[in-house]
């Protein structure tokens, strides 16, 4: 019996102490205090457009420009262009063969330096790659075949009815149906 009233009585004073501890320093819950509501400071609003990027202009820029010369030639013979549709535009596809072994970097660039179609709507590009110093023929044709690709919009394509893709002995063309 004295063993149930010793805890009953020391189970009662540390409740009652609970109500002096709410409010203090040594709760762990009042030490942040509560959340209130404030209004915010918006911050002036811009003009630009911030999905499009700024130009930046640094240290190397003009260095960049200067090293990205393309420095490839024509490729020896086309041997195939395709041209697939994909949503928002097309993909024309080359395959060209090189007259050497090695040629690495190919791409297919517009003949003319805007890139635009001429006056009868044919769009051009030479089918390029860069030759290493060394350049032999050892492999076979399979071996020396490339392709390269470059995707046109629909707004590219829409002023365009043929395209044309140049070698040094042959071209291929594809026409609009």
Same mark, same amino acid.
């Given at each position: 019996?004295?063993?149930?009233?010793?805890?009953?009585?020391?189970?009662?004073?540390?409740?009652?102490?609970? #109500? +002096?501890? /709410?409010?203090?320093?040594?709760?762990?819950?009042?030490?942040? &205090?509560?959340?209130?509501?404030?209004?915010?400071?918006? +911050?002036?609003? =811009?003009?630009?457009?911030?999905?499009?990027?700024?130009?930046?202009? #640094?240290?190397?820029?003009?260095?960049?420009?200067?090293?990205?010369? %393309?420095?490839?030639?024509?490729?020896?013979? *086309?041997? &195939?262009?395709?041209?697939?549709?994909?949503? !928002? #535009?097309?993909? *024309?596809?080359?395959?060209?063969?090189?007259?050497?072994? !090695?040629? %690495?970097?190919?791409?297919?660039?517009? +003949? $003319? $330096?805007? !890139?635009?179609?001429?006056?009868?709507?044919?769009?051009?590009?030479?089918?390029?790659?860069? =030759?290493?110093?060394?350049?032999? /023929?050892?492999?076979?044709?399979?071996?020396?075949? %490339?392709?390269?690709?470059?995707?046109?919009?629909?707004?590219?394509?829409?002023?365009?009815?043929?395209? /044309?893709?140049?070698?040094?002995?042959? +071209?291929?063309?594809?026409?609009?149906?």
């Amino acid at each position: 019996m004295r063993l149930l009233t010793t805890s009953l009585l020391v189970a009662t004073m540390t409740v009652t102490a609970c #109500g +002096a501890v /709410r409010d203090s320093r040594i709760n762990p819950f009042n030490w942040f &205090g509560s959340s209130r509501s404030e209004p915010i400071e918006r +911050a002036p609003v =811009k003009e630009d457009n911030p999905l499009i990027p700024e130009e930046r202009r #640094g240290l190397f820029t003009s260095v960049r420009r200067e090293t990205e010369v %393309y420095l490839g030639t024509p490729l020896d013979q *086309v041997s &195939g262009l395709v041209i697939e549709r994909v949503p !928002g #535009g097309a993909i *024309v596809r080359a395959t060209a063969i090189a007259s050497v072994d !090695g040629v %690495y970097n190919v791409q297919l660039t517009p +003949a $003319d $330096d805007d !890139g635009e179609p001429d006056e009868n709507g044919t769009l051009t590009y030479r089918f390029e790659g860069v =030759k290493p110093a060394n350049a032999g /023929r050892r492999n076979s044709q399979t071996q020396r075949t %490339y392709n390269a690709a470059v995707r046109l919009t629909d707004q590219e394509l829409s002023r365009v009815r043929s395209i /044309r893709v140049e070698g040094v002995r042959n +071209a291929q063309t594809v026409a609009r149906r």
